[in-house]
Each structure stands twice: as C-alpha cells, then as structure tokens.
C-alpha cells in the first residue's frame, strides 16, 4: 500500500458506498443464531466465547450454555466452578473470561436489577467487558454502538480505501462510514464482508463484494494487509495446562501439588523443568483469578477449586 494511498479520502459518494454493503449483507449472510436475537446476556455470551474460538465452533457451545444457564439470573447463581468448567470442557480459551461473565451476571443482577445497561460506557461497568466487547453488546442488542472495530474491519478499510494502519484512523474511518442509528447491521455487514470475502486470501468475486468498484486493492491488484497478531499455539501452552488444572480438580476436590502435577502433564517431575515451581506458578494464576486456592494439609500442599 502506498503513502499516496494511505492519505486518499473515503469515497465520495458514502451513500451508495452504505447501500451496496447493507444490501449485500441482508440478501445473503452467515446465519449465526445470535444474528437472530437482541437478548443483550445472549449476545455477550457470544461475544466473549468468540474472542478466542472460531465462530463454527462457537455455535454449538453457545446453544448448550443458554440451554444450561438461559438467563443472568441462572449463571449469577450457578457455581462458578460449574461455569469455569464448561468454558473447559468447550476449550473456549482463557477460563478468567468464564469468570468474569459468570461475576457480570451478578452485577447485572445486583446493581442493575436484573436489567442489562445499554450504552458502551455502562457496559464496560461490567467485570470483564472492555470497550470493544461493551461496544459490541450495544450495536447488536441496542442498535446504540459506535462503529465496531476488529481485524476484519481494519483489513477491509486498508484494502478498500487506503486507511492507514493506526487505531485512530481505523476508528474514525469506520465511524464515518456507519450510518446513523443503524449500528446493528453496519457492524454486522463489515465484519461480514472481511469474514467471507475481504478474508487474507481475499475471495471479491466469489464472494460478490460489493465494494470492488470503490476498492483500491482490487483496482490495483495489491491485496496487502495490515499485519495481524497471530494467536499462541494451543498445544503445550500455559494456557492448555491451566485448563487441565481446573478439570482435574473438577474431578478430584482436591489434589497434593505433586499428584496433580502428575495428573496433568506425563513429563511431570518436582525437581525437573515441569515441576513443582511451574505447577505453583499455574496455581498462583489461578488464584490470582480467584478460580483455584491452595492450603497446607497434613504436612502437604494441596490445591482445591474455589467455591
């Protein structure tokens, strides 16, 4: 992308720019079943379980958690161990966002009287929930939201009208673009358009975007993009063992440090490189996010979850 590119204005003729994407969305999209709800719970539930799962994926955990918990009320009394152990056994990433939904629905509960803040700034009272997320919330449930944000979006303004790569520019961009009072299916329809046609391996005629007769990238050939954070592997990660604490602790009350060291990696050895002060190191995250603690018993250190 050039500099010459970067410093060009938004189209013109906004209008027909607004048009073409709305209408492409609305005669065809994926059909999420939270795209059919404006239950504000519901809807965060989605939001927080697709920060870091494929949206596939998502769909099915999303079903069973508001078939399990189907209200803030339900999850504001469920046990948070059950909570943090679905979000395991669904390897919907972080368990401190189990956590934090679990404590949000409390809030919304205690402090709101059951009734869910509306504005972007009221939503991020909420445990867990930061600007994006609150502001995600208000579109979709509220169609009161600013212009959303995500990687996607910032892929299709590089590519379509020369934004530069910086927050800011992103940001004011995507909020010129939106149409006033229509935040629910602007924000849908631009993230829709970077997931199914503006992908990294862009797919415009295919997809039949709607914007390749304003798109710079399409004209030009080049379909460079801004870099993307890429997400740690999974596989041998902090993250994948804090998980197996959690289930095995869900299975056994509580363990000795080293019979769960054991029970959660093969390689376990108190003295070795995964031992004891790499299990301590897990359980003090753990605890630090209020879902494990540990005691001494008998002589021995044990780790239980908290209730």
Request: proline share 5%; net charge negative; aromatic share 10%.
């Amino acid at each position: 992308m050039t500099a010459e590119a970067g410093k060009r204005a938004l189209p013109d003729d906004q209008k027909a720019v607004r048009e073409a994407l709305i209408a492409w969305y609305e005669d065809d999209h994926r059909d999420f079943p939270w795209r059919r709800t404006d239950d504000p719970y519901e809807i965060l539930v989605s939001e927080v379980m697709s920060q870091q799962t494929q949206l596939g994926r998502v769909v099915e955990a999303w079903e069973e958690f508001l078939e399990r918990w189907p209200t803030t009320a339900d999850l504001a009394d469920a046990d948070r161990a059950d909570v943090v152990g679905f979000w395991t056994d669904h390897s919907l990433g972080y368990n401190n966002r189990a956590k934090y939904l679990h404590e949000s629905a409390q809030q919304v509960e205690t402090e709101y009287g059951g009734d869910f803040p509306t504005t972007p700034d009221e939503l991020q009272e909420l445990m867990g929930v930061g600007p994006y997320t609150a502001n995600a919330v208000a579109s979709f449930a509220f169609n009161d939201g600013d212009a959303v944000v995500d990687t996607n979006v910032k892929r299709v303004l590089y590519r379509a009208f020369g934004v530069p790569d910086d927050d800011t520019a992103f940001e004011d961009a995507a909020q010129k673009l939106m149409p006033a009072g229509r935040s629910r299916v602007w924000n849908n329809a631009i993230m829709e358009l970077g997931g199914v046609a503006c992908e990294q391996t862009p797919k415009c005629d295919e997809a039949g975007c709607p914007w390749r007769e304003w798109c710079d990238a399409y004209a030009s050939g080049d379909f460079t993009a801004p870099d993307v954070p890429t997400q740690p592997s999974f596989e041998g990660s902090r993250r994948q063992f804090r998980g197996r604490v959690i289930a095995t602790l869900r299975e056994y009350d509580e363990l000795e440090l080293d019979t769960l060291g054991h029970r959660i990696r093969v390689d376990y050895a108190p003295d070795g490189e995964y031992g004891r002060e790499w299990l301590e190191g897990l359980l003090a995250d753990l605890a630090d996010d209020e879902l494990v603690e540990t005691t001494d018993c008998d002589g021995e250190r044990v780790a239980r979850l908290r209730r």
